[in-house]
């Protein structure tokens, strides 16, 4: 289970928020346009999502290969966050 848990957080900080921004949080400089609200956003997305799974996962008890397998399909992720990444 710690392999699992530690892939889990290698593959989700690996690819987040890195490839989702700029080289620098460049969205403070200014709140006019489109692209700034979109780093708030996903950050905020991230940051609740991450909270209401940690909260779940000590309530409930899920059998140990369905956690194994939830980890390994977190890697569809991976290439298609570069992907949207590259596009835009």
């Not at 392999?3 to 892939?7: A, D, G, S, V």
């Not at 966050?81 to 949207?84: K, L, N, V």
């Given at each position: 289970m710690l392999?699992?848990?530690?892939?889990v957080f290698t593959l989700t900080l690996s690819v987040f928020p890195g490839t989702f921004f700029e080289a620098h949080f460049s969205f403070m400089d200014g709140m006019k346009d489109q692209a700034t609200w979109y780093n708030i956003l996903m950050l905020i997305l991230f940051n609740i999502g991450d909270t209401i799974g940690r909260k779940i996962g000590g309530m409930i008890m899920i059998p140990k290969?369905?956690?194994i397998?939830?980890?390994?399909s977190r890697i569809v992720f991976f290439p298609t966050?570069?992907?949207?990444g590259y596009k835009y």
């Open positions: 392999l699992t848990l530690w892939f290969n369905m956690i397998l939830f980890a390994l966050t570069f992907i949207i």
